[in-house]
């Protein structure tokens, strides 16, 4: 149970629109991979695509190096969890779960045990005769992913499964699937926009926009090292100002912009033409004392346009020149709205994104 997916050239068009562009990845065997990008970027197409529900009208699609671009969606051993649970209302949680062994066609002397063993898995026990209108969103939840690992599927497919609960929540059974899909050793695929979500549940994250895949990293990569202006962006929070390269060293890269020069400490960067400076809030150190700025940093100074309280930290909205930069530090700091502040970044927290 489990398979490495291939996707060969992917190409998709809805008239006159084309909402994949020839998209290409490999994932291994048992691994936890996520599709990100805003709405329209065609992670959602591309899974329908995988699953069966589309055919691409251009490129391949193979499980473990077979084409199945004309295998039909019920022989291709896929289980898809939707955003809508897509439970029967009318019947209990066990005949829920029994929908998927009914649909594979699996002997009726199997069912019983199966479908307590997916009902433990996921903490349901003992609420087999419970109606869906009876149970929480979390545990809706948790049947449908019960009705999907029932089938024992090859590949599991989630479609934005979390955005109907709420944040804690959400958190809670993200875990929970996590924890699930390691146990079991399925290779899963999953879609969402919540960029925490992605960071928080993947071995690696494939980056979308436009029906092109901007990036393909780990999760930690793919923040830290982001490709391009795009990705930087939408992987949680950055600052980014656009710049050109002026000169390296062994140790650094200067860049030129119109907040100044910055020093950058990048040992992947290739040179180009189209370039912005960029760096995360949270390495955005407050400088006390201006006469003595700590080493090994590139200084940012502006007017404080918003400093807002956030519970763990405190936001501060920093107007430089045409741009504002965001920086997230301890909750303990008084930084007054209105005021002129600097704050240090380091040269090795600084990064060259293409565009």
Same mark, same amino acid.
């Given at each position: 149970?489990?398979?490495?997916?291939?996707?060969? @050239?992917?190409?998709?068009?809805?008239?006159?629109?084309?909402?994949?562009?020839?998209?290409?990845?490999?994932?291994?065997?048992?691994?936890? $991979?996520?599709?990100?990008?805003?709405?329209?970027?065609?992670?959602?197409?591309?899974?329908?695509?995988?699953?069966?529900?589309?055919?691409?009208?251009?490129?391949?699609?193979?499980?473990?190096?077979?084409?199945?671009?004309?295998?039909?969606?019920?022989?291709?051993?896929?289980? /898809?969890?939707?955003?809508?649970?897509?439970?029967?209302?009318?019947?209990?949680?066990?005949?829920?779960?029994?929908?998927?062994?009914?649909?594979?066609?699996?002997?009726?002397?199997?069912?019983?045990?199966?479908?307590?063993?997916? /009902?433990?898995?996921?903490?349901?026990?003992?609420?087999?005769?419970?109606?869906?209108?009876?149970?929480?969103?979390?545990?809706?939840?948790?049947?449908?992913? &019960?009705?999907?690992?029932?089938?024992?599927?090859?590949?599991?497919?989630?479609?934005? %499964?979390?955005?109907?609960?709420?944040?804690? +929540?959400?958190?809670?059974?993200? $875990?929970?699937?996590?924890?699930?899909?390691?146990?079991?050793?399925?290779?899963?695929?999953? $879609?969402?926009?919540?960029?925490?979500? &992605? +960071?928080?549940?993947?071995?690696?994250?494939?980056?979308?926009?436009?029906?092109?895949?901007?990036?393909?990293?780990? %999760?930690?990569?793919?923040?830290?090292?982001?490709?391009?202006?795009?990705?930087?962006?939408?992987?949680?929070?950055?600052?980014?100002?656009?710049?050109?390269?002026?000169?390296?060293?062994?140790?650094?890269?200067?860049?030129?912009?119109? @907040?100044?020069?910055?020093?950058?400490?990048?040992?992947?960067?290739?040179?180009?033409?189209?370039?912005?400076?960029?760096?995360?809030?949270?390495?955005?150190?407050?400088?006390?004392?201006?006469?003595?700025?700590?080493?090994?940093?590139? +200084?940012?100074?502006?007017?404080?346009?918003?400093?807002?309280?956030?519970?763990?930290?405190?936001?501060?909205?920093?107007?430089?020149?045409?741009?504002?930069?965001?920086?997230? $530090?301890?909750?303990?700091?008084?930084?007054?709205?209105?005021?002129?502040?600097?704050? &240090?970044?380091?040269?090795?927290?600084?990064?060259?994104?293409?565009?």
């Amino acid at each position: 149970m489990s398979i490495r997916l291939t996707v060969d @050239n992917v190409k998709l068009s809805y008239g006159d629109f084309m909402a994949l562009k020839g998209v290409s990845f490999e994932i291994e065997s048992g691994k936890f $991979v996520t599709l990100l990008g805003p709405s329209g970027c065609g992670k959602t197409t591309l899974l329908r695509c995988i699953a069966g529900f589309l055919d691409p009208d251009e490129g391949n699609i193979l499980f473990d190096g077979k084409r199945v671009n004309d295998v039909p969606p019920h022989k291709r051993n896929t289980a /898809m969890c939707f955003q809508s649970y897509a439970l029967f209302p009318h019947k209990n949680i066990y005949e829920n779960i029994r929908f998927g062994l009914r649909m594979h066609k699996v002997p009726l002397s199997e069912h019983e045990a199966r479908i307590h063993e997916a /009902m433990e898995m996921v903490g349901l026990t003992g609420m087999d005769n419970r109606k869906p209108y009876e149970l929480s969103g979390g545990q809706q939840q948790r049947v449908a992913l &019960a009705r999907c690992v029932v089938v024992r599927p090859d590949l599991l497919l989630f479609d934005e %499964p979390l955005s109907n609960l709420d944040a804690k +929540l959400r958190e809670k059974v993200r $875990v929970e699937i996590r924890d699930l899909q390691r146990k079991l050793g399925i290779t899963a695929i999953y $879609v969402t926009h919540d960029q925490a979500e &992605a +960071l928080a549940i993947s071995d690696t994250i494939i980056a979308m926009n436009h029906g092109v895949i901007e990036q393909i990293d780990e %999760p930690r990569r793919i923040y830290d090292k982001s490709a391009n202006r795009f990705v930087a962006d939408f992987i949680g929070t950055a600052n980014l100002v656009k710049g050109s390269f002026r000169e390296r060293d062994e140790l650094n890269l200067v860049v030129d912009s119109e @907040n100044g020069t910055f020093i950058v400490q990048d040992d992947d960067y290739k040179e180009l033409d189209d370039i912005s400076v960029a760096w995360r809030p949270e390495d955005m150190v407050p400088v006390l004392d201006k006469e003595n700025p700590p080493a090994g940093c590139n +200084l940012v100074t502006g007017i404080v346009r918003n400093s807002v309280y956030m519970g763990e930290r405190l936001d501060v909205f920093l107007s430089c020149g045409n741009n504002t930069f965001r920086a997230s $530090v301890a909750r303990d700091y008084l930084i007054p709205e209105g005021t002129e502040f600097t704050f &240090a970044v380091p040269f090795s927290k600084t990064r060259i994104v293409k565009g």
